[in-house]
């Protein structure tokens, strides 16, 4: 018997959503389902006192694929807005990311050749030794005087372990300059969807139907059979009810506060908070991501924590225990029937946005054979 439909696709958030608009634009009929109350997953706003609210922690766009960009562009007009983060440690401001600011308010130096021969000396702690872990990466980058303001701790609070126990390439995602540029990402493309990233996601799902509310895993006697494929864009490991164990995450709590009548609370949409001193990681606060102008302010603050089963899981911690033990669930994966893995969580993946929607545009390939 013929099934109601093609896709089955849990998961309402970036990567579901491209699939889902794609296979629909190519006549496939697509049910997509979620069990929070809404749709974007955890790129989602919330409109408060007008302003678009990162309900779970910012995104900021950006990317060097130019036709991943001229693809979201499609759905949204993206605008000027430049990552231009500082950190605050113990009360001292500092430019992020690393870069020729940093280094002269650190040192009180002017010349790019100064700083580096400053990390130079100090890089030779490690002795020319290959890093290999996350502390001996970012002392060979940037030196130990940066490491320990702008990353020791931030770091440790970010991931909840030493630094010398997580893997050099976290860090490795933020640029280091010898020139005055505070752009956070090294990307030609970058900007804020106008009128929230709400927009993009709403226009993807525009011609698909889509049940709210739903928990695919305790209602999958009912939805499974609807469709010929299911697309899970959700937790792997709870998928298969952890029967090989958990996956490590870590998890976010966000303290929103509305500050009435007050235009501007820190200058700058994101403040990161380097030190162990306040237990949060940064502040964000969202009327910056657009240029706002509103009489009031919201502004949250970003904790991160342990997940445990029960939790929303944000970033996948992805050291050698756990790639190992994804590799299990996806051998697991191959024997599930007309299911497909994707997204963050079912990739078991710390994407940024582009690459989700990379991702999601290459299974449509895989799917379509185009
Ligand atoms: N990081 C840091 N200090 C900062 C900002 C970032 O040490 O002020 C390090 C930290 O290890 C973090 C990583 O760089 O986990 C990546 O930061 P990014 O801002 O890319 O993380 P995201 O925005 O994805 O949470």
Known sequence: MRKKYDYLIVGAGLFGATFAHEMTKRGKKCLVIDR????????????????????????????????????????????????????????????????????????????????????????????????????????????????????????????????????????????????????????????????????????????????????YLKEKDKYQDLADKVLYTGMIDEYFDYKLGTLEYRTLKFETEVLEDVSNYQGNAVVNYTSHDVDYTRIIEHKHFEFGEQKDTVITKEYSGDWKVGDEAYYPVNDDVNTKLFKEYQ????????????????????????????????????????
């Open 36 to 215: 929070r109350s809404h749709i974007g997953g955890n790129i989602y706003c919330e409109n408060i006192k007008g302003i678009h609210v990162h309900k779970y922690g910012a995104h900021i766009f950006h990317t060097s694929n130019k036709e991943i960009w001229n693809y979201v562009n499609q759905f949204a007009e993206f605008n000027h807005y430049v990552n231009s983060p500082i950190a605050n440690y113990k009360g001292e401001i500092y430019n992020l990311p690393f870069n020729m600011n940093t280094f002269s308010k650190l040192w009180n130096i002017s010349k790019p050749s100064e700083a580096q021969e400053i990390i130079e000396e100090q890089r030779k702690e490690l002795k020319g030794k290959e890093p290999e872990n996350l502390e001996e990466q970012a002392i060979s980058l940037v030196g130990r005087d940066i490491y320990q303001k702008l990353i020791k701790e931030y770091t440790e609070k970010q991931w909840g372990r030493d630094c010398t126990e997580l893997p050099s390439f976290i860090i490795k995602r933020l640029p280091v300059r010898f020139t005055y540029n505070n752009n956070y990402f090294n990307d030609r493309y970058q900007g804020i969807p106008m009128g929230g990233y709400n927009v993009i996601i709403e226009k993807m799902l525009s011609d698909c139907d889509v049940e709210l509310e739903v928990d």
């Open 331 to 370: 051998e697991l994966s191959k024997s599930e029937e007309n299911v497909i893995f994707g997204g963050r969580l079912g990739h078991y993946k710390y994407y940024d946005m582009d690459k989700v929607i990379e991702a999601a545009l290459e299974l449509v390939h895989q799917e379509t054979g185009e």
